[in-house]
């Protein structure tokens, strides 16, 4: 069960519309590394964790990650909500607004559609939890080079905070596969 | 709608609180972290109240309390409507 909470985790804010920075930023929402991504990734490798430790962080870390998502799309919205169909088509989203109009939807920076094919799920505690740690740091890596494209103090801010939580994510991943094959280390001797 | 103090307090207690939990979730027998958890816990609670006699319901379900005379949950402003 999940309780909807009507706030957002940090404040949200932009300076000025920027619909080249929204055509960018959307990948965080839809796209491989994206938040989507990384939420619906941990929540399903929970089911097949043998670790009680991971199990915990997976649903926990999961579960910011939703909240991520919702400051994701805050973001877009707010850049985008005042633009024109003129000004969208200038910035190149004008085939976002053939199908869409403003809508948020689930794409990459290049407009390419959310699969599954981005997350993975193998069953094995060490595959999976590497794979959460290579994930943190794609989605760390993505943030940095989105907060190269803009000079919005305010968006900069914003992604500068997503960007740390990845970092904060990654290490507890990375504690989590340390605690993992430390117990099948014990196993071994024993 | 205006961003308002409480929420900038009420963000930065649960900020702690998620932080927590990840640590406690890998070292479950720190005692004294679990200590800070339940401190924490205490005073989001007494910031939710704080928060929802003045700016309406938090959470869904009946995890908040309505106003008695109206819906809230359909009039108050929603987080991406925030001019933070
Ligand atoms: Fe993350």
């Known amino acids: ?190 | 709608m205006e961003y308002s103090d409480t929420l900038r307090r009420l963000q930065e207690v649960e900020f702690g609180l998620v932080e927590l939990q990840f640590y406690l979730d890998i070292n479950p027998e720190d005692q004294r972290a679990i200590h800070q958890y339940n401190y924490l816990s205490d005073e989001l609670h007494r910031l939710k109240h704080q928060y929802e006699l003045k700016h309406g319901p938090l959470m869904q379900y009946g995890f908040s309390q309505s106003p008695a005379n109206q819906w809230a949950w359909v009039s108050t402003p929603w987080p991406w409507e925030i001019e933070y």
């Open chain 1, 1 to 190: 069960m999940w309780i909807y909470e009507k706030k957002l985790e940090i404040p949200v804010r932009v300076s000025k519309p920027d619909l080249q920075m929204a055509k960018f930023l959307i990948t965080q929402y839809g796209g491989p590394d994206g938040e989507l991504s990384a939420a619906l990734r941990y929540l399903n490798q929970r089911y097949s964790m043998p670790n009680e430790r991971a199990k915990a962080l997976l649903t926990d870390i999961g579960t910011e990650e939703l909240g991520h998502l919702e400051v994701i799309a805050t973001l877009v919205h707010k850049l985008v909500k005042d633009a024109t169909p003129e000004q969208m088509r200038a910035a190149g989203l004008g085939s976002h607004y053939a199908d869409h109009d403003k809508a948020l939807f689930y794409v990459d920076a290049n407009g390419v559609p959310w699969t599954a094919a981005y997350i993975q799920a193998k069953g094995d505690p060490i595959a999976d939890l590497c794979e959460d740690i290579a994930a943190e740091e794609k989605a760390r890596a993505t943030y940095q080079w989105l907060i190269n494209l803009t000079d919005d103090p305010d968006v900069i801010q914003v992604l500068t905070y997503l960007r740390e939580r990845e970092v904060v994510h990654s290490q507890r991943f990375r504690e989590a596969l340390y605690i993992v094959e430390e117990f099948n280390n014990t196993k071994r001797i024993f």
